[in-house]
């Protein structure tokens, strides 16, 4: 089993929906989670980050940690043209390389 | 703002040569990796490093070699280019902020090799 698994999609929807993006991951010991932005020919850039379990919001997007199903989530309302990009979900247990998931490519359709 | 520089965006090179990608950070980060993303395959640690003069292999560090003199700068090292080390390679520097902040990794633009 992979530390993370992620969705590669690829996901279109149309402008203005609601994007749900996700992650699973095995080692109980990751307590640091974060998504990344990778937008076409760019290196990835941090999105959200979260420590623990919980939500963190930040405009329009929200980040979730349910650590009981190993399960990390984040939204996108209202999307927009310019959230087309690959999303990634990045974990760690703390001071270890980050396990990256193989990033959701996401298009978002005016 | 952080700043990671790599010295190519794009490089051409033929089989057999040795390859040299470099990569400058300028917040005097602790923590260096490389990477490479290829389609399907997300992105997957070759190599990195947390001190100066420090290495570490990560999941895939055959073919490649790695050098920290300077805090600030990290290299990659394709001994003998092979055509199958054609990849976009991404560097990446860090900083551990201790228990509750953790760490964010901020990543350079890229260098898309091509290997003949």
């Known amino acids: 089993q992979k530390e993370v698994e992620q969705d590669p999609g690829p996901l279109s929807v149309p402008e203005g929906a609601i994007v749900s993006l996700n992650c699973t991951y095995s080692?109980?010991?990751?307590?640091?989670f974060m998504w990344y932005r990778q937008y076409s020919r760019k290196g990835p850039e941090l999105l959200m980050y979260?420590?623990?379990?919980g939500n963190k919001e930040d405009g329009r997007f929200t980040a979730q940690v349910d650590k009981s199903s190993k399960y990390i989530s984040l939204f996108i309302r209202d999307s927009q043209p310019s959230d087309s990009a690959t999303y990634l979900c990045?974990?760690?247990?703390?001071?270890?390389?980050?396990?990256f998931g193989k990033g959701t490519r996401l298009s978002v359709i005016a | 703002d952080v700043k990671v520089t790599q010295s190519s965006r794009y490089l051409v090179k033929r089989t057999g040569e040795k390859v040299f990608l470099e990569c400058v950070q300028d917040?005097?980060?602790?923590?260096m990796f490389w990477y490479r993303q290829d389609p399907g395959l997300g992105l997957r640690l070759i190599y990195f490093?947390?001190?100066?003069?420090?290495?570490e292999k990560g999941d895939i560090p055959e073919g490649y070699s790695v050098s920290r003199e300077k805090k600030e700068r990290f290299s990659l090292i394709l001994e003998s280019a092979s055509t199958n080390q054609t990849s976009m390679y991404l560097c990446?520097?860090?900083?551990?902020?201790?228990?509750?902040?953790?760490?964010?990794?901020?990543f350079g633009p890229g260098t898309r090799l091509l290997v003949l």
């Open positions: 979260t420590y623990s379990s």
């Open positions: 490093s947390y001190d100066v003069k420090m290495k």
């Open positions: 990045a974990i760690t247990s703390g001071n270890t390389p980050l396990v």
């Open positions: 917040m005097d980060h602790e923590n």
């Open positions: 080692n109980s010991a990751f307590q640091y």
């Open positions: 990446a520097s860090s900083q551990w902020q201790g228990q509750g902040a953790g760490e964010t990794q901020y």
